[in-house]
């Protein structure tokens, strides 16, 4: 089946630095990525969603400077975390859409663990 | 907006039953489809069922079934037969999976 490959899994950074997240679709392009943020114990907030070769679509109260998102080819989306701070350590994940049983569904990256130190 | 809510923030199965986790979702879209999500503490979200607003009948999957009732617009999947391996967190969400619910922790018992 499809499968999004997302990197790093795992990741500590110090404040102040920026840290770049990313999601390869494998086997099929995405032409749309989902990105999300999950605090522990708690739902995925839709933070914005990328598009192959247009800007991306932030959410309300998404900070678009703080976190940079690139969708440059049908397989790549990246989410850069800029200037990091302790409150961003977060869970993220991406997704993109119709790529489950049937079309149904959105396959999604197995997360990467952000740590801000 | 949607809204999705799932009001049990966490349960428990013993080993071999069935059990079912609620949710309830507000839309104003005529057609939508619902689907349920599996998140095992390694933290990726396996797709697990979809069901369409439009569907005569209840979706299954293997274990996993879909009680689906249109009028009091509530989508509560039922796992049969539970296993260890299900134990993890299961989130509703609706269409374009902008909404997802708060979740229920399930945790099978031996």
């Known amino acids: 089946g499809a499968v999004v490959s997302q990197h790093p899994s795992r990741v500590i950074c110090k404040s102040g630095t920026s840290v770049k997240i990313e999601c390869r679709s494998l086997d099929f392009q995405a032409t749309t990525m989902f990105w999300y943020r999950q605090f522990p114990k708690q739902s995925l907030m839709l933070m914005a969603t990328s598009n192959e070769g247009s800007k991306a679509t932030y959410e309300q109260g998404v900070e678009k400077d703080k976190f940079l998102i690139n969708h440059a080819s049908l397989t790549l989306s990246t989410l850069t975390v800029t200037s990091a701070h302790p409150e961003d350590s977060s869970f993220y994940i991406c997704s993109a859409p119709g790529q489950g049983l049937y079309g149904y569904g959105y396959t999604f990256g197995s997360g990467t663990r952000l740590t801000v130190v | 907006a949607q809204k999705i809510t799932q009001t049990q923030p966490g349960m428990f199965v013993q080993e071999k039953e069935a059990v079912t986790l609620d949710c309830t979702y507000d839309?104003?879209?005529?057609?939508?489809?619902l689907f349920w999500y599996k998140q095992p503490s390694s933290g990726e979200m396996i797709f697990l069922i979809y069901?369409?607003?439009?569907?005569?009948q209840n979706a299954t999957e293997g274990r996993y079934s879909l009680n689906f009732q249109k009028a009091r617009k509530s989508a509560n999947l039922v796992i049969s037969a539970s296993q260890l391996g299900d134990s993890a967190m299961y989130f509703c969400s609706t269409g374009n999976q902008f909404y997802f619910g708060t979740g229920t922790s399930l945790t099978v018992i031996p």
């Open positions: 839309t104003s879209d005529p057609s939508y489809g």
């Open positions: 069901q369409g607003s439009y569907d005569q």
